[in-house]
Nanobody, 121 residues
């Protein structure tokens, strides 16, 4: 069964740090573009950061540049989002995703269940 399981969320004070983890089960992350998204209350889900299967860092949302870092550990089949100097507007449910892109086939995406991150001011 294909599954992404997130951990590491919780409550943090403004200026603090958290590290989210997302472990993959039932498939290998090696060939997948991975990413983190978030959805704040009353807002649409937005992309935070992503990294391609070949390890090229492809995207960071403007407000997290210099503060958030996405990494992948293919040996552990896990991706991470290190979040430093967190701000109250970072309060959201965070989702990890893994997308497989194959020539001639539509992309397929797996999602984590979402994990709450709350930043207190």
């Amino acid at each position: 069964q294909v599954q992404l399981v997130e951990s590491g969320g919780g409550l943090v004070q403004s200026g603090g740090s958290l590290r989210l983890s997302c472990a993959a089960f039932g498939f290998s992350l090696d060939d997948y573009t991975i990413g983190w998204f978030r959805q704040a209350p009353g807002k649409e889900r937005e992309g935070v950061s992503c990294i391609a299967s070949v390890g090229v860092h492809t995207y960071d949302e403007d407000s997290v540049k210099g503060r958030f870092t996405i990494t992948r550990d293919n040996a552990k089949n896990t991706m991470y989002l290190q979040m430093n100097n967190m701000k109250p507007d970072g309060t959201a449910v965070y989702y990890c995703s893994a997308t497989l892109i194959q020539l001639g086939r539509p992309p397929t995406t797996a999602w984590g269940q979402g994990i709450q991150v709350t930043v207190s001011s």
